[in-house]
């Protein structure tokens, strides 16, 4: 996987905005960090019925 420094993370929220404007990007936010709440519960979900499991 790749990683992103500072910089490079400040052009793309820079041209995200230029393109889509801030309120836009604060729903595209929201959206994204309710997206991973749900992905990372899931993830805890299974992992715990995975423990079970294997206990």
Known sequence: ???MGS???LVVVFVAMLFLGPEQIKSLVK???ETMKAVK???QQITDETSQTNE
Do not use: V, Y
């Open 41 to 43: 519960h899931t993830m």
């Open 31 to 33: 959206r994204w960090a």
């Open 1 to 3: 996987m790749f990683r």
């Open 7 to 9: 910089g490079e993370l």
